[in-house]
Every structure is written in structure tokens, then in C-alpha cells.
């Protein structure tokens, strides 16, 4: 069993920044892809950013290039999210999630098979 718990959401003002969390335990954090994904209100859950094991290849959707970070120290377990420059349209509620079976970044929630309980991100104008 895989525990994934977020941390690090909040309410900011458009332009500043904020750091997410993701602590993994329960399974070996090592050799598993992880990813970032995000759900606004009434909208689907979309990929923000995934990460290669041990951290050398990463993704980002187009929304976010140039802003978000992702990043992981394998040591403590633990991914990131830095993310800048944050507008409005970057509210919503924050995932993160483990992909036990591919050693590539890939973006359908389907793919993931351990999933955080989330972290809220309010952006205001």
C-alpha cells in the first residue's frame, strides 16, 4: 500500500509563488515515475507535471512551462512542485500520484495508480 500526502497549498495573490509537498510511503519511492495533476471546479483532473525516476526527465503541460518546477529528493521520499509566477487560472485542488508501472511521464490519470488526498490552491486577481 502506497500513503501520498500533499502539503504546502494555500491562498495566494496572482504573480506570487508557492511549494508543494508530496511525502511517499508504504512502497519504495524509488524506480516509480510520479506526477502532479490538478482539478478546478467542474472541470476534469489535468496533468500539471511528471518526473522520471531518479529525476533526470521531466514534463510540464503548456499552461505552466516556464512557472512550475518539479523536482524530488529521493533520499527523504518526497516531490515537489515549485510553482511561480501563479495566475488565477492555476486555482484548484492539487494531486499528487505514483505510477508503479512505467519508467516514462505519462499524463492520463489512468496511469497512476496511488493518489494523494489533495491540496487546495487559490490564486486571487
Not at 30 to 39: I, K, L, P, V
Request: aromatic share 12%; charged share 20%.
Amino acid at each position: 500500500q502506497v500513503q501520498l500526502v500533499e502539503s504546502g497549498g494555500g491562498l495566494v495573490q496572482a504573480g506570487n509563488s508557492l511549494r508543494l509537498s508530496c511525502a511517499a510511503s508504504g512502497r519504495t519511492f524509488s524506480q516509480n515515475t510520479m506526477g502532479w495533476f490538478r482539478q478546478a471546479p467542474g472541470k476534469e483532473r489535468e496533468f500539471v507535471s511528471g518526473i522520471t525516476w531518479p529525476g533526470d526527465n521531466t514534463y510540464y503541460t503548456d499552461s505552466v512551462k516556464g512557472r512550475f518546477t518539479i523536482s524530488r529528493d529521493n533520499a527523504k521520499n518526497t516531490v515537489y512542485l515549485q510553482m511561480n509566477s501563479l495566475k488565477p487560472e492555476d486555482t484548484a485542488v492539487y494531486y499528487c500520484a505514483l505510477d508503479p508501472k512505467h519508467a516514462f511521464i505519462l499524463t492520463s490519470t489512468r496511469q497512476y495508480d496511488y493518489w494523494g488526498q489533495g491540496t487546495q490552491v487559490t490564486v486571487s486577481s
